[in-house]
């Protein structure tokens, strides 16, 4: 197996590590869930922003230009997720389609910068002392990508069985979500009290 495979394997793994990582798939699924299936295009600007957002943190933090503590961004974590879970409650399903510039965009590449730092401290931990890092962050880089594409791809599915197949209203599917994983990332919060 390559140093590129291996990277890429664990970025893959690492969002999509429902145990460890499901703070990362809760955040993917809150920008998500205002979308359905049609509205494909716009989920592709949501993922490419988190993904250019956290690509630049991500980078700075392992090549060791900035340093954020751990147990800071371990706790804006859950800050992004509950905000972006929380102003959905807010959206109306009229102005979800219209406009070409939207919220949740600036919240994806915005948050996507503080999960970035989130990423780094595994990343550094595995790079360890290694001089070449270029290859292996790009290879961490698409993994994650990869990761947070297959995430979206599920999620659409069981948003289409819901809404387009068994009518579940996307108001409510949208309501419903977002108030439980705005719940969970209070719990989360609680939980990651730095002070």
Same mark, same amino acid.
């Given at each position: 197996?390559?140093?590129?495979?291996?990277?890429? +394997?664990?970025?893959?793994?690492h969002?999509?590590?429902?145990?460890?990582?499901? *703070?990362?798939?809760? /955040?993917?699924?809150?920008?998500?869930?205002?979308?359905?299936?049609? *509205?494909?295009?716009k989920i592709?600007?949501?993922?490419?922003?988190?993904?250019?957002?956290?690509?630049i =943190?991500?980078?700075?933090? =392992?090549?060791?230009?900035i340093?954020?503590?751990? *147990? !800071?961004?371990? !706790?804006l974590i859950? @800050? =992004?997720? /509950?905000? =972006?879970?929380?102003s959905?409650? /807010?959206?109306?399903?009229?102005?979800?389609?219209?406009?070409k510039?939207?919220?949740?965009?600036?919240?994806?590449?915005?948050? +996507?910068l503080?999960? +970035?730092?989130? /990423?780094?401290?595994?990343?550094?931990?595995?790079?360890?002392?290694?001089?070449?890092?270029v290859?292996?962050? @790009?290879a961490?880089?698409?993994?994650l990508?990869? +990761?947070?594409?297959?995430?979206?791809?599920?999620?659409?599915?069981?948003?289409?069985?819901?809404?387009?197949?068994?009518?579940?209203?996307?108001?409510?599917?949208?309501?419903?979500?977002?108030?439980?994983?705005?719940?969970?990332?209070?719990?989360?919060?609680k939980?990651r009290?730095?002070?």
């Open positions: 197996m390559s140093e590129f495979s291996l990277y890429f +394997g664990l970025g893959k793994d969002i999509l590590d429902y145990v460890n990582g499901y *703070d990362h798939i809760l /955040f993917v699924v809150a920008l998500c869930t205002i979308y359905l299936v049609r *509205d494909w295009r592709l600007i949501l993922v490419t922003a988190f993904t250019i957002g956290h690509s =943190t991500l980078a700075l933090a =392992t090549l060791r230009l340093s954020v503590s751990p *147990d !800071f961004i371990e !706790f859950p @800050l =992004t997720i /509950f905000i =972006t879970s929380f959905n409650l /807010f959206r109306k399903e009229e102005s979800i389609g219209r406009g510039m939207q919220i949740n965009y600036a919240f994806a590449l915005l948050f +996507g503080i999960h +970035g730092l989130g /990423f780094s401290n595994f990343l550094r931990s595995l790079l360890g002392k290694e001089s070449n890092i290859s292996p962050l @790009l961490f880089n698409l993994g990508e990869l +990761g947070q594409i297959i995430v979206v791809i599920l999620f659409l599915a069981v948003s289409y069985i819901l809404v387009d197949l068994m009518k579940v209203s996307r108001r409510d599917l949208k309501l419903v979500l977002s108030s439980a994983i705005a719940g969970i990332a209070l719990v989360l919060l939980d009290v730095f002070w």
